[in-house]
């Protein structure tokens, strides 16, 4: 298989999952968070427990923003740091009961867009789904 063409594919995949993410997470937000502060919770809420410069890199802002959005979040009570017991240097970051149950909802929201995308796929095309991600995430996302 030429991989140059599989490069292109995949740049192609990528962009449509990107897309994807964007239509299914729509109007998910809740009014009291800016859009930043949104990805920074969805991120955690999948990754927890996660540390600041992990947020940072995966999303793209600075430090000192990531930082400050941290700061937002936690006096809106959505987040808690909690101190590393064989490293007290280092500090975790993961949702509070409050950010748990706002993110709760969100990706029952988002779970309801996802299957209504799939309403008509079939139990064979389902599987295929199915071990399609599988490969992808051994594969490729790891």
Known sequence: MDKEVLFQKCVSFITSVHQAANDFSQNVKADSITSVQYKILEYIYVSTPVTLSEISECLHISMP???????????????EKVIDTEDRRKQYIRLSKDGEMMMYEAFKTIEAHFLQRLQH????????????????QSKLFY
């Open 65 to 79: 923003n990531t930082s400050r959005e941290l700061k937002k979040l936690s006096e809106k009570n959505l987040i």
């Open 121 to 136: 796929a079939s139990n064979e095309e389902l599987a295929e789904i199915d071990h399609a991600l599988d490969v992808l």
